[in-house]
T-cell receptor, first 112, second 111 residues
Framework: DAGVIQSPRHEVTEMGQEVTLRCKPI?????LFWYRQTMMRGLELLIY????????DSGMPEDRFSAKMPNASFSTLKIQPSEPRDSAVYFC??????????FGPGTRLTVL | GENVEQHPSTLSVQEGDSAVIKCTYS??????FPWYKQELGKRPQLIID?????GEKKDQRIAVTLNKTAKHFSLHITETQPEDSAVYFC??????????FGKGTMLLVSP
């Protein structure tokens, strides 16, 4: 199994631009999680899905952030418009049970 | 919600020494406690986990202990090696589906 796949691995953009991060979970996993990691705040859960349905988005910082999961093998996290304070590493994780999570390689986002 | 405190934030040991990282949690309903290792620039990787029906679990040089009464759990690494240098995160489940992570411990093993 290829594990959780994320793209792009690195993204550099200018303030105000739209950013789309992509994730392919491990086949057969029905939970998908989006995290943001920064030095100051550590690992923060942004949103998670179960069977493609968003269950809890209380961690999404503000309306500029949105996430979708149109099918069991694909999810996106979109930031529009992006701001410098959004610079972070964004991880996607998936699991087949509610607890054991496997992380993707992450997307390092830099907003100038 | 769940709150997970992790100590120390940094830990320096000599190769061959043991290292211990401790975490406390607040939600008595939590019953799953994983530990992740994150090397620089890499993803967090699950190294060991424990469930509330077990007090201790070992896997070669690493072990985890759980005290549900006191609501704390610890990671023990014996015979540390330079390749053990990384950031280690503890976590506890919150509700049915999510994990709350500690802030991490940077472990440095000097040759």
């Amino acid at each position: 199994d290829a594990g959780v796949i994320q793209s792009p691995r690195h993204e550099v953009t200018e303030m105000g631009q739209e950013v789309t991060l992509r994730c392919k979970p491990i086949s057969g996993h029905d939970y998908l999680f989006w995290y943001r990691q920064t030095m100051m705040r550590g690992l923060e859960l942004l949103i998670y899905f179960n069977n493609n349905v968003p269950i809890d988005d209380s961690g999404m910082p503000e309306d500029r952030f949105s996430a979708k999961m149109p099918n069991a093998s694909f999810s996106t996290l979109k930031i529009q418009p992006s701001e410098p304070r959004d610079s972070a590493v964004y991880f996607c994780a998936s699991s087949s049970s509610p607890d054991t999570q496997y992380f993707g390689p992450g997307t390092r986002l830099t907003v100038l | 919600g769940e709150n997970v405190e992790q100590h120390p934030s940094t830990l320096s040991v000599q190769e061959g020494d043991s290292a211990v990282i401790k975490c406390t949690y607040s939600d008595s309903a939590s019953n799953y406690f994983p530990w992740y290792k994150q090397e620089l620039g890499k993803r967090p990787q699950l190294i060991i986990d424990i469930r509330s029906n077990v007090g201790e679990k070992k896997d070669q040089r690493i072990a985890v202990t759980l005290n549900k009464t006191a609501k704390h759990f610890s990671l023990h690494i014996t015979e540390t090696q330079p390749e053990d240098s990384a950031v280690y995160f503890c976590a506890a489940n919150e509700g049915y589906s999510t994990l709350t992570f500690g802030k991490g411990t940077m472990l440095l093993v000097s040759p």
